[in-house]
């Protein structure tokens, strides 16, 4: 078990990364616009593709939302 994020194990999936490429596009595009624009539901969508590529279940989710 990881204690601290240096001990996080990297896992790579060139399709979601390309994935998250996007959607941080997005997020930058809605920032340069609008510095105070809401990009809760992005952030949400790269949290749920990270809990995929790292196969989270419901309790490894919960304990990375309580976390942050």
């Given amino acids: 078990q990881a204690r601290s994020i240096g001990e996080l194990p990297v ?3 060139n399709l979601l990364e390309a994935d998250i490429s996007r959607i941080v596009d997005k997020i930058l595009e809605k920032k ?9 539901d992005l952030e949400k969508q790269i ?13 490894g989710i919960a304990k990375v939302e309580e976390e942050v």
């Fill in 47 to 59: 949290d749920k593709i990270v809990y995929s590529i790292y196969e989270l279940d419901s309790d």
């Fill in 32 to 40: 340069k616009n609008d510095i105070q624009a809401d990009i809760s």
């Fill in 11 to 13: 896992k790579r999936n």
